[in-house]
């Protein structure tokens, strides 16, 4: 059973405008969100987290909002660039049941168009 | 720079075979994942060690097994491949305050089983 999901597997945006990437959970143990970027043939890298104590974490062009009432966090990106063209993963995790464990969504790939 | 190095970026192996992907990391992490991903089902963890000769089984751990005999390496075994392990492989390390933030990945390794 997914307890992430992120239900958009792909969006397109042209750049220099907003990218809202979106992402779902179902365990109210969840405390700690991330999202991660993946190139193809690379690896994910840590982009921006937010604590459940937070509704909004800021770093740059990128921002994540949490609303915790809704199980739904967002990932904004301002303005978008054709780099940011990448597959984005949010992942959660429960601190108090480990953090090893993260529960990954499916991915959206974003193609920022020039 | 933080380095996690997986030695086989692409491999194809026949039905029935024994496949080892083996992961080293530079970092002195004390944990190690190994993840697979999916089109549609995103990142799933197959097995974790938080130290060396430790293991627990993440959400996916049948058909595979893992070693960790030194703290940099982390092998993944699949002892006999079938066409449905066919899929994008993911190591992983984290120090042992993880909070995600500090997760890094290798490039992946391509399996191809036929």
């Known amino acids: 059973d997914q307890q992430v999901k992120q239900n958009s597997p792909s969006l397109s945006v042209q750049e220099g405008r907003i990218s809202i990437l979106n992402c779902d959970y179902t365990?109210?143990?969840?405390?700690?969100f991330l999202w991660y970027k993946k190139y193809p043939a690379e690896g994910p890298t840590f982009l921006i987290s937010?604590?459940?104590?937070?509704d909004k974490n800021e770093d740059g062009r990128f921002t994540v909002f949490l609303n915790k009432s809704a199980k739904h966090l967002s990932l904004h990106i301002v303005p978008s660039q054709p780099g940011d063209s990448a597959v984005y993963f949010c992942?959660?995790?429960?601190?108090?049941?480990?953090?090893?464990?993260?529960?990954f969504g499916t991915g959206t790939r974003l193609t920022v168009i020039p | 720079d933080v380095k996690v190095t997986q030695s086989s970026r692409y491999l194809v192996k026949r039905t029935g075979e024994k496949v080892f992907l083996e992961c080293v990391q530079d970092m002195d992490h004390e944990n190690m994942f190994w993840y697979r991903q999916d089109p549609g089902l995103g990142l799933r963890l197959i097995y974790f060690?938080?130290?060396?000769?430790?293991?627990e089984k993440g959400d996916i751990p049948e058909g595979y097994s893992v070693s960790r005999e030194k703290k940099e390496r982390f092998s993944l075994i699949l002892e006999s491949a079938s066409t449905n392990q066919t899929s994008m492989y993911l190591c992983?390390?984290?120090?042992?305050?993880?909070?995600?933030?500090?997760?890094?990945f290798g490039e992946g390794s391509w399996l191809t089983v036929v």
């Open positions: 937010i604590s459940s104590i937070k």
């Open positions: 365990n109210s143990m969840f405390d700690y």
């Open positions: 060690s938080y130290d060396v000769k430790m293991k």
């Open positions: 992983a390390s984290s120090p042992q305050g993880f909070s995600g933030n500090t997760i890094y």
């Open positions: 992942a959660a995790s429960a601190r108090e049941t480990g953090a090893n464990n993260l529960f």
